[in-house]
């Protein structure tokens, strides 16, 4: 799969897909055009970078503290 972000029409059907992939309200395209919102795309991306980071954050010091505790239980 090509890099998203180096489409616009990449990361549109990227983001379609996975807001679909979350249930609920089914987005589509539709023949409606707006304007190209640089702001507003930079904004969505550093809150999507700042979640992620602290989800992956979040997710290695789970599996350092479970490491931690078996290498606990390995000594007892």
Do not use: Y
């Amino acid at each position: 799969m090509p890099n998203i972000f180096r489409e616009p029409k990449a990361l549109k059907k990227w983001a379609i897909q996975l807001a679909n992939a979350c249930g609920g309200q089914e987005v589509s395209t539709s023949p409606l055009l707006t304007t190209l919102n640089t702001n507003k795309i930079k904004d969505l991306l550093d809150v999507f970078v700042e979640d992620h980071n602290e989800n992956t954050q979040a997710i290695a010091e789970e599996m350092m503290s479970k490491q931690a505790n078996k290498e606990e239980e390995w000594k007892h």
